[in-house]
């Protein structure tokens, strides 16, 4: 008879997914998305086992090691095989669970490299000789093993066993110390399974960490599991299967590189490097994962850029995750989108108001952040927030608010700055809408600063929401490091609010005498209710109270209904006044002056912002006139003379003004009239900022040089005892002078808080200086006159517009800067006095003249009925500027605004 031969089997095709160690690999089809897979053992071998983690399937709870060459077979498998197209025979043996075979690596079985023998030759596993039937087969793998062993090759080499066995850490005791001791340097790994689309386990070489990674910054569907911790397949989520196999064709048992990011329990956060790419970006541009903010602030913001490009185009084009999505944030463009503006309140810890180009105002809030936040109220049952005590203050009483508002007010009051809308959050219950926006001044972003000090913390939003600032991750980054830090309210310590103490009328009669004393208070506007009336703090005392400007009278501003109080119309220009004051003076640091209070407990007084008295600027601008009590205070003439400009240029309540001309005027306007010209030799000293000048004659100089030299002489051989002299206001002292640290005659004009306020009388200079730095001066040198003499500009005004007052001042300063001028006296009657100033003793070159020439000066308003040759010539160089369109005549004759405005008229 003849024996039967067996059926010639006809290979399969199919790609390697993974090897599972040194005898056994799982192989998917050619055929199907997705394919199916199996199991294939190889034929006629028996290769060392690896080791296995603690409570694996199948495992129990033990721990196990490799068999010695165990990591080197499976690595051999797994470099030549996986992702590769092969050839495989198989069949399952009778009574077995397992399909065996043998895999052709090539496409064409004749020529293909047969695994099994490569193995063999390798020295990296057995052949089974005992026990089985011999085939042709198995004797050609028996005659390969003996040759391997003849070579000393693999597990047959004479080196120690114990030198291939891997030591396999299975667990890391700290995982944020070991991501800080990464040093986020990229660590070479091979991933060895995939739970879902965003989460992995790796061996870390060279040290055989194991370790699950979830994907830094993205997260893909997941599964849900069953009692024993495996994928329920009754519970399917959408896209899950998909975005496992798409890392699993991509990743598994690849060589990678992995950068970790952070940890989280037991599970590490990190970067996967593909030699061809990031696979969280390529994920999220298929859409099958989405960015999460939890953890995607941890890398690097060009990483994070490219991942949420990677998103955003695949929900442009409606990918998979993204198939049902909808745009719902409005397109906003042009100028509503980006634009520059100037900050004029920090309305809380988040929102600024903002004055634009074209004079409008805008309030924007800093986008996707929160100010700080009132602890432990409780919201009842109707989910609305429960009531706040009596009295209660957000900005004093909710901690660290104060210090968020102060940080905005100093770095932003009166500021410029770049807004760009990021998105509008639509009206919703009692809020209206609200414009929210990315602000920076200088390149830097406002939110970003105030949330890397603890002073805001970062909104968390659903991962469809694209309503967020298109700063947010730089927003997360910095709200990490804040957190890291324990700064702010991430703080660990019990925050207190600020105790701000409130001056009401009793407290202010036992306040007045110490404000009194201390001659000059700092502090802060916190609110303007009209163009004289302020709320004030004062952080010396941490105390509030009402100000109120002394010695004008100013129109009240519209006032809204309060409480049971009825909305009331305001007076004329009240309300101009009111804007005027505020954009001068909210939430700026000012310098006030109490002389007394009223009935209800409002201190009257002076008030100085950036050295400009407020009682006189609001004159100056005709929002106010001077009050009788202003004519008998020290700033009378001040006061005077800003009523008598807004006067002459009829400005706002003057705008009817109809001049009066007493007998006293006409002999005034004689003596502009007959102008005497006696020039006199002069070194202009000091120029202050309302245009007022000190001139020295030039034959007093050697004097005051003279006296001066006696003085320091004298000091020198007794020196005064530093703080041994208390300064009064109104003192004629010595003082040394910061600059040179010499001594030089000063009036005292203020004294508060361990300094004082002096006039050199010999220059006009002002300073600010330590009471330590002042002595008493001997009486030989006090009855001296002052070698220095104020004089005012005749006949002209500095311009209304404070960019071309400066221009103005800053001209005048340059042309006086020469060793002699020639000074004429034009007017004796007013203080102080008005003179005209000369570069040489003939009075053609009239410095005055060239600046209103140039534009930069404004020639008062004077009515005269005799003619006047200084004052024509000076129209008439007024006239050449408005010509030549120069500096404040550059869109035209002003005046003619004012006249058509105000009734001015020549």
């Given at each position: 008879?003849t024996t039967p031969t067996?059926p010639v089997q006809i290979?399969?095709?199919?790609i390697?997914k993974?090897?599972?160690?040194?005898?056994?690999?799982?192989?998917r089809?050619l055929?199907?998305a997705?394919?199916?897979?199996?199991?294939l053992?190889?034929s006629?071998?028996?290769?060392p086992?690896?080791?296995?983690?603690p409570?694996?399937?199948?495992?129990?709870?033990?721990?196990s090691?490799?068999?010695?060459?165990a990591?080197?077979?499976?690595?051999?498998?797994?470099?030549k095989l996986v992702g590769q197209?092969?050839l495989?025979?198989?069949?399952?043996?009778?009574n077995s669970?397992?399909?065996?075979g043998?895999?052709?690596?090539?496409?064409?079985?004749?020529?293909?490299?047969?695994i099994t023998e490569?193995l063999?030759?390798?020295?990296?596993?057995s052949?089974?000789?005992?026990?089985?039937?011999p085939t042709?087969?198995l004797?050609?793998l028996?005659e390969?093993e003996?040759?391997a062993?003849?070579?000393?090759?693999g597990k047959w080499s004479?080196?120690?066993l114990?030198?291939h066995v891997?030591?396999v850490k299975?667990?890391?005791d700290?995982?944020?110390?070991?991501?800080?001791?990464?040093?986020?340097k990229?660590?070479?790994?091979v991933?060895e399974?995939?739970?879902?689309?965003?989460?992995?386990?790796?061996?870390l070489?060279?040290d055989f960490h194991y370790?699950t990674l979830?994907?830094?910054?993205?997260r893909?569907?997941?599964?849900?599991?069953?009692?024993q911790?495996k994928p329920d397949?009754?519970q399917?989520?959408?896209?899950?299967?998909?975005?496992?196999y798409?890392?699993?064709v991509?990743?598994?048992?690849?060589?990678?590189?992995?950068?970790l990011n952070?940890?989280?329990?037991?599970t590490l956060?990190g970067?996967?490097?593909?030699?061809?790419?990031?696979?969280?970006?390529?994920?999220?541009?298929?859409?099958f994962?989405?960015?999460?903010?939890?953890?995607?602030s941890?890398?690097?913001t060009?990483?994070?850029?490219?991942l949420?490009?990677?998103?955003?185009k695949a929900?442009?084009?409606n990918?998979?995750?993204?198939?049902?999505?909808q745009?719902k944030?409005p397109?906003?463009t042009?100028?509503?989108k980006?634009f520059?503006?100037?900050?004029?309140e920090v309305?809380?810890g988040?929102?600024?108001?903002?004055?634009?180009?074209?004079?409008?105002f805008?309030?924007v809030?800093l986008?996707s952040i929160r100010p700080?936040?009132e602890?432990?109220r409780?919201?009842?049952?109707?989910?609305k927030p429960?009531?706040?005590?009596k009295?209660?203050r957000?900005?004093?009483?909710?901690?660290w608010?104060?210090?968020?508002?102060?940080?905005?007010?100093?770095?932003?009051?009166?500021?410029?700055?770049?807004v760009?809308i990021d998105?509008?959050?639509?009206?919703?219950?009692?809020f209206p809408e609200?414009?929210?926006?990315?602000?920076?001044?200088?390149?830097k972003?406002?939110?970003?600063?105030?949330v890397?000090?603890?002073?805001?913390?970062?909104v968390?939003?659903?991962?469809d929401?694209?309503?967020?600032s298109t700063?947010?991750d730089?927003?997360?980054?910095?709200?990490s490091?804040?957190?890291?830090s324990q700064?702010?309210?991430?703080?660990?310590?019990?925050?207190?609010?600020?105790?701000?103490?409130?001056?009401?009328?009793?407290?202010a009669?036992?306040e007045?005498?110490a404000f009194?004393?201390?001659?000059?208070?700092?502090?802060?506007?916190?609110?303007?209710?009209?163009?004289?009336?302020?709320?004030?703090y004062?952080?010396?005392?941490?105390?509030?109270?009402?100000f109120?400007?002394?010695?004008?009278?100013?129109p009240?501003?519209?006032?809204?209904a309060?409480g049971?109080?009825?909305a009331?119309?305001g007076?004329?220009?009240?309300?101009?006044?009111l804007?005027?004051?505020?954009?001068?003076?909210l939430q700026?640091?000012v310098?006030?002056k109490?002389?007394?209070?009223?009935?209800?407990?409002?201190?009257?007084?002076?008030?100085?912002?950036?050295?400009?008295?407020m009682?006189?600027?609001?004159?100056?601008a005709g929002?106010?006139s001077?009050?009788?009590t202003?004519?008998?205070s020290?700033?009378?003439?001040?006061?005077k003379?800003?009523?008598?400009?807004?006067?002459s240029?009829?400005?706002?309540?003057?705008k009817n003004?109809?001049e009066e001309e007493p007998?006293?005027?006409?002999?005034?306007e004689?003596r502009?009239v007959?102008?005497?010209?006696?020039?006199?030799?002069?070194?202009v000293?000091?120029?202050?900022?309302?245009?007022?000048?000190?001139?020295?004659?030039f034959?007093d100089?050697?004097k005051?040089?003279?006296?001066?030299?006696k003085?320091?002489q004298?000091?020198?051989?007794?020196?005064?005892l530093?703080?041994?002299?208390t300064?009064?206001?109104?003192d004629i002292a010595a003082?040394?002078f910061?600059?040179?640290?010499?001594?030089?005659?000063?009036k005292v004009?203020?004294?508060?808080a361990?300094?004082?306020?002096v006039?050199y009388?010999d220059y006009?200079?002002?300073?600010t200086?330590p009471?330590?730095?002042?002595?008493?001066?001997?009486?030989?040198y006090?009855?001296?006159?002052?070698f220095?003499v104020e004089?005012s500009l005749?006949?002209v005004?500095l311009?209304?517009?404070e960019?071309?007052?400066?221009?103005?001042?800053?001209?005048?300063?340059?042309?006086?800067s020469v060793p002699?001028?020639y000074?004429?006296?034009?007017?004796r009657?007013?203080?102080?006095?008005?003179?005209?100033?000369?570069?040489d003793?003939?009075?053609?070159?009239?410095i005055?003249?060239?600046?209103?020439?140039?534009g930069?000066?404004?020639v008062?308003n004077?009515?005269?009925k005799?003619?006047?040759?200084?004052?024509?010539?000076y129209?008439?160089?007024q006239?050449?500027?408005?010509?030549?369109?120069?500096?404040?005549w550059?869109?035209?004759?002003i005046?003619?605004?004012d006249a058509?405005?105000f009734g001015?008229?020549?």
């Open positions: 008879m067996a290979p399969k095709k199919g390697v993974q090897v599972l160690s040194g005898d056994a690999v799982v192989i089809s055929n199907g997705p394919p199916p897979e199996k199991q053992a190889f006629g071998i028996t290769a086992k690896l080791a296995r983690r409570g694996a399937p199948g495992e129990g709870s033990g721990d090691k490799d068999e010695p060459w990591w080197e077979a499976r690595e051999f498998l797994r470099k197209e092969i495989f025979i198989s069949e399952k043996p009778p669970t397992r399909e065996y043998t895999v052709f690596l090539g496409k064409d079985i004749n020529t293909a490299e047969n490569s063999v030759s390798e020295g990296l596993v052949v089974r000789r005992e026990g089985v039937r042709a087969e004797t050609r028996g390969l003996d040759e062993k003849r070579a000393g090759k004479s080196s120690p114990s030198e891997r030591d299975w667990s890391i700290n995982l944020q110390v070991f991501v800080e001791k990464s040093g986020g990229p660590i070479n790994a991933i399974h995939v739970r879902d689309g965003s989460t992995v386990r790796a061996f070489l060279p370790v979830m994907i830094t910054g993205i893909c569907n997941g599964y849900k599991f069953d009692d911790g397949p009754t399917k989520v959408e896209f899950a299967d998909e975005a496992r798409f890392v699993e991509r990743l598994l048992q690849q060589d990678v590189e992995i950068i952070s940890a989280n329990n037991t956060s970067s996967i490097i593909h030699p061809k790419g990031n696979i969280a970006e390529k994920l999220l541009s298929e859409g994962a989405r960015c999460v903010d939890w953890s995607i941890a890398l690097p060009a990483e994070i850029q490219q949420r490009a990677a998103e955003a929900r442009s084009e990918k998979r995750i993204w198939k049902t999505y745009a944030t397109q906003i042009g100028k509503e980006e520059t503006a100037t900050v004029v309305v809380n988040d929102a600024l108001q903002l004055k634009l180009a074209n004079g409008a805008k309030k809030f986008a700080p936040r602890a432990g409780a919201a009842p049952e109707d989910g429960a009531p706040r005590p009295g209660f957000p900005l004093y009483d909710i901690p608010m104060f210090e968020a508002r102060e940080y905005l007010r100093k770095k932003l009051i009166g500021k410029k700055v770049h760009v998105y509008i959050q639509e009206a919703r219950d009692t609200k414009s929210c926006a990315t602000v920076t001044i200088s390149g972003n406002i939110a970003e600063a105030l890397s000090k603890g002073l805001a913390t970062v968390r939003y659903r991962p929401d694209e309503q967020r700063r947010y730089e927003l997360l980054k910095a709200e490091k804040a957190e890291k700064l702010g309210v991430h703080s660990k310590k019990d925050s207190a609010p600020l105790r701000v103490t409130e001056i009401d009328a009793a407290r009669k036992l007045l005498s009194q004393r201390v001659q000059t208070i700092d502090a802060i506007v916190e609110f303007v209710a009209s163009g004289s009336r302020f709320r004030v004062i952080p010396k005392s941490n105390s509030l109270a009402t109120l400007l002394g010695g004008i009278s100013c009240r501003a519209t006032r809204p309060t049971n109080l009825p009331s119309e007076e004329e220009f009240g309300d101009e006044a804007l005027f004051t505020k954009e001068k003076c700026r640091e310098t006030i109490v002389d007394t209070h009223d009935k209800a407990g409002n201190f009257i007084g002076w008030l100085w912002v950036d050295n400009l008295n009682s006189v600027e609001l004159v100056r929002f106010a001077v009050h009788f202003g004519e008998k020290a700033y009378a003439s001040l006061l003379q800003a009523e008598d400009s807004a006067k240029q009829k400005l706002r309540r003057w003004y109809v007998k006293e005027k006409h002999v005034e004689e502009h007959d102008r005497k010209v006696n020039y006199e030799e002069v070194v000293t000091e120029v202050s900022a309302e245009g007022t000048f000190f001139a020295q004659k034959a100089g050697p005051a040089v003279a006296l001066l030299a003085l320091r004298e000091f020198e051989a007794n020196p005064p530093p703080g041994a002299y300064p009064k206001r109104g003082a040394k910061t600059l040179d640290d010499e001594w030089y005659r000063v004009e203020k004294v508060a361990g300094n004082a306020v006039h009388i006009g200079n002002r300073e200086i009471t330590t730095r002042l002595a008493s001066l001997p009486a030989a006090s009855s001296e006159k002052p220095a004089y005749p006949y005004i311009p209304k517009d960019e071309f007052r400066e221009i103005a001042l800053k001209y005048f300063r340059e042309d006086i002699k001028l000074l004429n006296v034009e007017s009657g007013a203080h102080p006095q008005s003179a005209s100033l000369h570069k003793e003939s009075g053609t070159t009239d005055i003249r060239a600046l209103i020439a140039e930069l000066l404004l008062e004077i009515k005269s005799r003619p006047n040759k200084l004052l024509e010539d129209r008439a160089a006239d050449e500027a408005k010509k030549a369109h120069l500096n404040i550059e869109y035209g004759d005046t003619e605004d058509k405005e001015l008229g020549n």
